[in-house]
T-cell receptor, first 114, second 108 residues
Framework: KAGVTQTPRYLIKTRGQQVTLSCSPI?????VSWYQQTPGQGLQFLFE???????NKGNFPGRFSGRQFSNSRSEMNVSTLELGDSALYLC?????????????FGPGTRLTVT | KNEVEQSPQNLTAQEGEFITINCSYS?????LHWLQQHPGGGIVSLFM???GKKKHGRLIATINIQEKHSSLHITASHPRDSAVYIC??????????FGEGTQLTVNP
């Protein structure tokens, strides 16, 4: 089975622009979670989607949004980029969203905002 | 205070040494992950625990739910074990809350 894939792997944007990142889960997985990793804050939860519905959202401003499609692929969007949005964005998929489900991480998208 | 605390933050060992990384948490959890992150960013889930002990090769993970504590042990450490090890707790759904990570360096 192919693992979790994320595109693009690297991205450079300018302050004020917007960006869309994509995550394709492992085949059969219906839950996708997104995380942000920065040197200062570490890994932080952004949001979780299951069957096209957002189930959980972390403490991020409304500039951060996401969605999930019927094939379980997910996108996250960041509008009006700020320098502090420079980070590694990771997605993880699991079969469902229950306690017993292990999460599998993608390689991440490294976003640099200049 | 962070909900998930790891110690130590940095650890340097000689090849062959037994290594222990500790994780304490203050919230109710449904499961705990031990994750490994190599330079470049990729994260691998080593273990997911909700009770007891799990072993995979030279790696052993234990959890004590009553004490809200987990440990990751590496026996006969090797330079290829050098990585950041992260403890993460699952609170609701698939939401993970992470510790700050332990940077492990194993010297030959």
């Amino acid at each position: 089975k192919a693992g979790v894939t994320q595109t693009p792997r690297y991205l450079i944007k300018t302050r004020g622009q917007q960006v869309t990142l994509s995550c394709s889960p492992i085949s059969g997985h219906r839950s996708v979670s997104w995380y942000q990793q920065t040197p200062g804050q570490g890994l932080q939860f952004l949001f979780e989607y299951f069957s096209e519905t957002q189930r959980n959202k972390g403490n991020f401003p409304g500039r951060f949004s996401g969605r999930q499609f019927s094939n379980s692929r997910s996108e996250m969007n960041v509008s009006t980029l700020e320098l502090g949005d420079s980070a590694l964005y990771l997605c993880a998929s699991s079969l469902a969203a229950s306690a017993g489900d292990k999460q599998y991480f993608g390689p991440g998208t490294r976003l640099t905002v200049t | 205070k962070n909900e998930v605390e790891q110690s130590p933050q940095n650890l340097t060992a000689q090849e062959g040494e037994f290594i222990t990384i500790n994780c304490s948490y203050s919230v109710g959890i449904s499961a705990l992950h031990w994750l490994q992150q190599h330079p470049g960013g990729g994260i691998v889930s080593l273990f997911m625990l909700s009770s007891g002990k799990k072993k995979h090769g030279r790696l052993i993970a234990t959890i004590n739910i009553q004490e809200k504590h987990s440990s990751l042990h590496i026996t006969a450490s090797h330079p290829r074990d050098s990585a950041v090890y992260i403890c993460a707790v699952k609170t609701s759904g698939s939401r993970l809350t992470f510790g700050e990570g332990t940077q492990l360096t194993v010297n030959p």
